[in-house]
């Protein structure tokens, strides 16, 4: 006997799928400046509830960050347009889980590198010459 799934049902997507996603919550996160000042870092969690026509109705949090990071994240995923879907005439609301993930940049740090330059020859008893070069 094979197993049909049931197709009746549509469910809200986002236009473009994960990559569109991905792209959307890079270029329009903003980064509070409490967490920033507090180095906080992590992952929100949210179920949220899209309706029929692809608008989010409710945002909740299960997992939360502090400094701001929720506010940011239910401010994300409300500016966020999922396709409209027909059911045959049927009104549905769905929910969807989200994970936002919190991340600083990596914080400057020095590089060097030691060279000896080529047309210089060590001498007998002197001070070897070092040039270095630092990243920032």
Not at 6 to 13: D, E, R, S, V
Not at 67 to 81: P, S, T, V, W, Y
Not at 111 to 131: A, G, T
């Amino acid at each position: 006997m094979k197993n049909h799934k049931n197709k009746f049902l549509q469910l809200p997507q986002i236009a473009g799928g994960k990559d569109a996603l991905k792209k959307y919550l890079e270029s329009n996160l903003v980064y509070p400046e409490e967490a920033k000042n507090k180095r906080i870092e992590g992952v929100v969690h949210l179920i949220v509830e899209i309706d029929d026509n692809g608008k989010v109705t409710q945002v909740e949090i299960t997992k939360g960050l502090a400094g701001g990071c929720n506010d940011e994240a239910i401010r994300l995923i409300k500016n966020m347009q999922f396709g409209g879907v027909k059911n045959k005439g049927v009104r549905i609301k769905t929910k969807k889980r989200f994970k936002l993930k919190f991340q600083l940049p990596p914080e400057n740090t020095v590089n060097y590198n030691l060279v000896m330059k080529k047309d210089e020859e060590p001498k007998p008893n002197s001070v070897k010459r070092y040039s270095y070069t630092i990243q920032i």
